[in-house]
Every structure is written in C-alpha cells, then in structure tokens.
C-alpha cells in the first residue's frame, strides 16, 4: 500500500514526565514487586511510541520529554525527542511540542496521545485519526469515561489541550466532538492503577510492558 499524502497524516505528540516521577499510584502493586516504577513508566512509554510509530495515519511522532532516560529509548525507536519543555505542566508541554510539529509539518494535523497506553494497537489508533479527521477539533475519552487519551486538532484549527482530571468535560465543554472508541480499546486503557493494568493486561501488552510483568511474575 503506498504511504498517504502528507495533509492526510497526523503529527503525534506524546508527553513523557521524568520517570522517577511516574507512576506513583502503581506503588506497591503485587503485579510488580521487585521492579521500579521507573521502568514500568518507560515500557509504557516504549510500548505506546513504538505502536504510534507503526500506524500508517501518523507522519512523525513527537516526544516531548527532559528524561534522558526515556529520550535515548524512544529516540530508538522512531520518536523525534523535544526538550526544552516549559516546565509548567502537561498542557503547556503539548502545545510545545506541538508547535515544533507545526513548523516541521504545517500541513498535517496534530493530536496529542498519552503515553501510558501499553496495549495501544496501530490499527486502533488508525481508525481513532480517521475519524478524528472528519472533525475540526476531536477527542477521545479514556476507558473510565473522565479523561482524555488522544486530543485532535485538524489543520487550521487551535490546538488547545486540557488534559489532566476531568479532562473530558473540559474538552467537550470548549467545542471538541467526542470521538467513539468502541472499536478502540486499546487506545483508550491508559495506566494509573494497579487495576488499569490489569485491565491493559487483559488486552494485551507490548513486548516491553509484557517483559515486565512476566520478570515480576517469577
């Protein structure tokens, strides 16, 4: 199949926090005695990245993170790393590396995606960006129905963020169409809880989150 027209891509800008402090409400969880928090959050991150990487509707992805940790490793795979952040939270992070995807990309629309998604599958996310392009400004909502996993604007239109908390009220609330991800699972579990990953389990997790679990599982 030959590759889409540029206008027709989606540049993919994934926020990576420092991974020392990730994943605190995963602290003590059975599924991961014995392993560090830190390198739970970056197999998540690799696992999210590297399917992002691999789905044909996304041009580039965009990592936006002051880890070096997690920018060496998913530099490697296939992610352009973005420093710099603002350093005043995820939003303002988004919009950073956002505007980078513009300048590089002026044609392609820009989504955000979060990047604890372990189970995330390219053919899922294809059909969440197909639909997101029918709309000027689009999002998806997490699996528990208050978040936000991916945020969507088309080209032309503000990219303007609000993730974090009730992150989907506030979405719809500022005019964005609320996307249908039942035939996305995967691109709606993200990982907060013990119970999330679980869940994410369930679905099937990349190769790096699923070495994980089966290093803790012995």
């Known amino acids: 199949m030959p590759p889409l027209d ?5 540049s993919l800008v994934v926020p990576v926090k420092r991974l020392g402090a990730a994943k605190s409400r995963l602290a003590g969880a059975a599924e991961l005695r014995g392993l560090a928090r830190a390198d739970l959050a970056l197999a998540v991150a690799c696992d999210t990245v590297m399917a992002a990487v691999s789905c044909p509707r996304v ?3 965009f990592v936006v993170t002051d880890d070096d940790r997690a920018a060496r490793a998913l530099a490697e795979l296939g992610a352009r790393v973005v ?6 939270g995820l939003n303002p992070a988004l919009v950073h590396g ?16 979060s990047a604890d998604l372990p189970a995330l599958r390219a053919g899922e996310l294809e059909r969440v960006l197909d639909a997101a392009a029918a709309h000027p400004v689009s999002f998806l909502p997490d699996a528990p129905g208050i978040g936000t996993t991916l945020y969507a604007a ?14 989907r ?13 039942t035939a996305a699972p995967s691109v709606r579990r993200d990982v907060d809880t ?11 997790v990349g190769p ?3 070495k994980l679990l089966a290093r803790a599982a012995r």
């Open 6 to 10: 540029d206008d027709r891509r989606w």
């Open 59 to 61: 041009g580039a992805v």
């Open 83 to 88: 420093g710099g952040e603002p350093g005043t």
């Open 98 to 113: 956002a505007a980078l995807a513009l300048r590089e990309f002026p044609h392609r629309g820009r989504a955000a995606l």
């Open 154 to 167: 088309r080209p032309g239109a503000a990219f303007a963020p609000a993730f974090e908390g009730a992150s």
């Open 169 to 181: 009220r506030r979405h719809r609330a500022a005019g964005a169409v609320e996307l249908d991800g």
């Open 194 to 204: 013990p119970e999330d990953l679980r869940e994410a389990a369930a679905l099937g």
């Open 208 to 210: 790096h989150t699923a």
